[in-house]
């Protein structure tokens, strides 16, 4: 639970102090990008092998290597001389994450039997609330704080006493499990989705600054070859050992792939939303840290409260309707923010705010929690683990994606009044006219995903829910819980 506690809120609080970082460290807008977008890439890219080497190597083994090595690099991020140091930092520090999260959930269904999972369980999510409430405050807090003069370095360096901590009580305490019929690792997977989707960031991220140079639209173009080759090689494994990274036989089922996409599309939406958000508040608006997270805490409350809400009471009547209902409510609050930030202005005051953000949390609630359930419904059982897996991993890299198309959809239009801009007014209405136009596309995203759900299952079959209470091989089970 620490662990999974430290990465949830490790996510968060680094959003709220991004401004902070760029003023201080002299860090440009696209290294301010790959801050966040390094980190989810390099955690979706090994997600799905992490799992794997904790199954072969023992998960008590993995999970120590992961946190040691998460704390080491929060400490190389606290510590890092330079814009570029603190990227590479974030890389390894998102790298340690692959490690250590897909072994959280493993150890808990290793260690608890069946009967004692449940509370388990609800503690694990009473957890994951906390990590969403309590991470953009406590980054707010730290960087307001500026202790001992380290200015944004705190809410990284934060991570070393419980680091160390989860790793003295990790060696002493968790007892080491392995698979007794784990797949194999597929390297040459991971390296080829890892370098497709480099192709595709890097010139997203760079082709701004750059004036979009010629080899940047060849390298994006290059990205899809890459991700074909990738599926040319991902079927000949699977016919040659079981054991690809990505098992393609699930795109075959209606649900798991348009599920798939629901849920690419989705972290695109979020990792375009948070990031603006952020930019918008503290350049735009020139607020605070604090001020700006606790503006944020009506929308973590309300994503929250619908999420178990939603599972416990809504999706059991009303089925597919409620993620449905989820995509439009989101984009109804995110219309309802654009038409306030247009209305208002540079004035706009933070209860404003707390509107449309309880409208979005709801509709964002509604979605996140039922919808694994809803795209893992008509797989079959023996592929539950693959498809968690693949879940995840896909949700880290549609973020990562939204990140870098940051550059276009708002920087695009920051970019040319912001240049022309002398005023500090200016400069404001640049930052509020480019999280209109962003805000716009995330609108357009929740259109799309709302039409993506109609091919969901109208009612989320329970043999999923049923499947983990049930003894099973663990090489098909431990994945499975990491979704």
């Given at each position: 639970?620490?662990a ?10 680094v ?13 440009t807008?696209?290294?301010i ?7 989810a890439?390099?955690f ?6 992490g ?6 190597h023992?998960?008590?083994?993995l ?5 040691g ?7 190389l ?31 808990v269904?290793?260690t608890?039997p ?25 980054g ?7 202790l001992?003069g ?5 809410i ?9 901590a989860?790793l ?6 968790i ?28 010139p ?16 994006m ?7 074909a ?17 990505i ?7 209606k ?8 849920q690419t599309?989705f972290?695109v ?8 958000w952020?930019?918008y ?8 840290p ?9 929308f ?27 995509a439009?409510?989101m ?11 247009s ?15 309880v409208?979005?949390g ?17 797989v079959?059982?023996e592929?539950?683990?693959s ?7 896909v ?5 990562a994606?939204?990140?870098g ?6 920087f ?5 009044r ?6 500090r007014t200016a ?12 805000l ?15 091919a ?8 999923v ?19």
């Amino acid at each position: 639970m620490t662990a999974a506690f430290m990465d949830l809120v490790d996510v968060t609080i680094v959003n709220i102090a991004i401004p902070s970082i760029q003023r201080e460290a002299g860090a440009t807008f696209s290294q301010i990008q790959w801050i966040t977008a390094g980190y989810a890439l390099a955690f979706a890219a090994g997600l799905i092998t992490g799992g794997r080497l904790g199954d072969i190597h023992g998960r008590k083994r993995l999970f120590l290597i992961g946190i040691g090595g998460f704390t080491l690099a929060s400490a190389l991020c606290g510590f890092a001389a330079n814009p570029e140091m603190l990227v590479a930092s974030r890389i390894l520090q998102g790298a340690m994450a692959s490690l250590m999260v897909p072994q959280v959930l493993s150890i808990v269904h290793a260690t608890f039997p069946a009967h004692e999972r449940g509370k388990v369980f609800g503690l694990f999510g009473a957890v994951v609330g906390l990590g969403a409430v309590m991470g953009p405050l406590l980054g707010a807090l730290l960087t307001e704080w500026n202790l001992f003069g380290l200015e944004w370095r705190p809410i990284f360096l934060i991570n070393l006493p419980v680091g160390i901590a989860g790793l003295i009580l990790g060696s002493r305490f968790i007892t080491e499990s392995k698979a007794p019929k784990a797949l194999k690792l597929d390297l040459v997977g991971v390296a080829l989705v890892t370098l497709g989707l480099l192709m595709l960031l890097y010139p997203l991220t760079r082709g701004r600054e750059l004036g979009w140079p010629l080899w940047g639209y060849v390298s994006m173009a290059g990205a899809f070859v890459v991700l074909a080759a990738l599926v040319a090689y991902e079927r000949r494994k699977a016919a040659r050992d079981g054991s690809p990274l990505i098992e393609l036989s699930l795109f075959k089922v209606k649900s798991f792939a348009a599920g798939i996409a629901v849920q690419t599309v989705f972290g695109v939406a979020l990792g375009i939303f948070f990031l603006v958000w952020t930019l918008y508040m503290q350049f735009g608006l020139g607020w605070t840290p604090l001020k700006a997270g606790l503006t944020g805490i009506p929308f973590s409350i309300a994503v929250s409260t619908a999420a178990g809400m939603s599972v416990q009471k809504l999706v059991p009547r009303f089925g597919r309707k409620v993620l449905q209902a989820g995509a439009l409510v989101m984009a109804i609050g995110v219309l309802l923010y654009i038409w306030e930030s247009s209305r208002y202005g540079l004035s706009i005051a933070p209860w404003q705010m707390a509107l449309p953000l309880v409208v979005m949390g709801v509709g964002m609630g509604l979605i996140v929690a039922p919808l694994t359930d809803a795209i893992l419904s008509d797989v079959p059982r023996e592929h539950a683990g693959s498809a968690s897996g693949l879940i995840n991993t896909v949700q880290q890299m549609g973020n990562a994606l939204g990140l870098g198309l940051v550059s276009v959809v708002f920087f695009g239009v920051v970019d040319d009044r912001l240049t022309a801009a002398t005023e500090r007014t200016a400069a404001g209405m640049a930052f509020a006219d480019g999280f209109q136009n962003a805000l716009g596309w995330v609108a357009a995203v929740m259109a799309v995903i709302f039409l993506l759900m109609f091919a969901l299952p109208k009612r989320p079959a329970q043999h999923v829910e049923v499947a983990a209470e049930e003894p099973s091989p663990a090489s098909e089970k431990e994945p499975a819980l990491v979704g």
